[in-house]
């Protein structure tokens, strides 16, 4: 592999000539920038970004995790980061975490293996304990979507347990009384966050919840559907759902028309996260806003802000941001919107 001493011997330079060349110096007259970039294009020489990082102070990199490639959430997620990398002039290195602890752990320290400075994580199945263990030794680790006490300043949340109150209240003014919950089976927090905020809202209507009307699966199409089935089977008795994304909404939704039972007419039908395909499916999804696009965004700058003190072009400062989220050692704390369409 050519290097950069082997340019410079080549165009009769110092390997310093051919750093100032590379990092577009002014230093570097007009005649000998040409002849290098001339080696540099016959040669078929592609400067090594992570090598340039260590002594271009204005080349960063975020490292990004998310669980799975296929689901939108992540998709938006990432083009939320794509935006502050864009205006950062920052390079991004995207890696799958998986469902284990062990495989997103992995994806983490492979990222820091390459010479990753920030790292925005949106991690489902690490522990607390090891994800703190990696944010103490790593000043650009950011969670998104996950708040851990320890290492608040690193997190950048929702608040899941009013997305569950807002869906569940919501439900209940249009006349609802027996709303069965789908949950999500990962062992995180958010799930159990958002049936306590459902729960809630029965208890601020004094309206009882039936606590056998919740079907866990995967939190995906797929998942919905089967837990939709599972509460058809077991005879539970309910005229509307609360799910915990809009894909097992889409899943419930489906599996309800199969068995004959019209949405919203029958059965209201609530998803969470107001995905793209929420205003595109039939009936349209009444949802819960996440704002994850502008979430990763924040976050984004905060691990940015925490390596080397950038400041995004729009409004971002060490005190706050332009949209009212307070940033560097306080809460990034969003909350939900409902979204009302067709299925409820």
């Given at each position: 592999m050519l290097t950069i001493r082997d340019i410079a011997t080549l165009a009769g330079v110092s390997r310093s000539t051919v750093s100032r060349v590379l990092n577009n110096s002014?230093?570097?007259?007009?005649?000998?920038?040409?002849?290098?970039?001339?080696?540099?294009?016959?040669?078929?020489?592609?400067?090594?970004?992570?090598?340039?990082?260590?002594?271009?102070?204005?080349?960063?990199?975020?490292?990004?995790?998310?669980?799975?490639?296929?689901?939108?959430?992540?998709?938006?997620?990432?083009?939320?980061?794509?935006?502050?990398?864009?205006?950062?002039?920052?390079?991004?290195?995207?890696?799958?975490?998986?469902?284990?602890?062990?495989?997103?752990?992995?994806?983490?320290?492979?990222?820091?293996?390459?010479?990753?400075?920030?790292?925005?994580?949106?991690?489902?199945v690490a522990s607390d304990e090891q994800l703190v263990s990696i944010a103490e030794r790593l000043p650009g680790f950011v969670l998104v979507n996950r708040y851990i006490k320890k290492i608040a300043s690193r997190c950048v949340w929702l608040n899941n347990k009013e997305g569950?109150?807002?869906?569940?209240?919501?439900?209940?003014?249009?006349?609802?009384?027996?709303?069965a919950i789908v949950a999500s089976n990962f062992g995180i927090a958010d799930p159990q966050q958002r049936i306590a905020g459902v729960k809630q809202a029965h208890i601020e209507a004094s309206v009882p919840h039936n606590e056998s009307a919740i079907a866990i699966a995967h939190p995906n199409r797929e998942g919905g559907a089967l837990a939709a089935q599972k509460l058809?089977?077991?005879?539970?008795?309910?005229?509307?759902?609360?799910?915990?994304?809009?894909?097992?909404a889409i899943g419930v939704i489906q599996t309800l028309q199969e068995n004959g039972i019209k949405v919203p007419e029958q059965v209201s039908v609530m998803g969470f996260d107001d995905l793209p395909i929420a205003a595109y499916c039939t009936p349209r999804l009444t949802t819960i806003r996440y704002p994850i696009e502008q979430m990763a965004?924040?976050?984004?700058?905060?691990?940015?802000?925490?390596?080397?003190?950038?400041?995004?072009?729009?409004g971002f400062n060490k005190t706050g941001a332009s949209d009212g989220v307070q940033v560097g050692e306080s809460r990034q704390d969003y909350q939900p919107v409902l979204v009302v369409r067709e299925s409820g």
């Open positions: 002014t230093s570097v007259n007009e005649e000998t920038r040409l002849l290098v970039k001339k080696v540099m294009e016959e040669q078929g020489y592609r400067p090594n970004v992570h090598a340039q990082s260590l002594t271009n102070k204005g080349a960063k990199t975020i490292g990004v995790v998310i669980p799975e490639m296929l689901d939108p959430f992540f998709a938006t997620m990432s083009a939320g980061i794509e935006k502050i990398c864009q205006q950062s002039k920052t390079h991004i290195l995207l890696a799958v975490g998986g469902k284990t602890a062990e495989t997103e752990l992995a994806a983490i320290h492979n990222l820091v293996r390459q010479q990753c400075d920030a790292v925005v994580v949106h991690a489902k569950g109150r807002l869906a569940a209240e919501y439900l209940l003014k249009q006349n609802k009384k027996a709303i058809l089977l077991t005879g539970q008795c309910f005229d509307a759902v609360v799910c915990y994304n809009d894909l097992m965004a924040q976050a984004a700058r905060l691990a940015l802000f925490k390596v080397q003190g950038f400041k995004a072009q729009e």
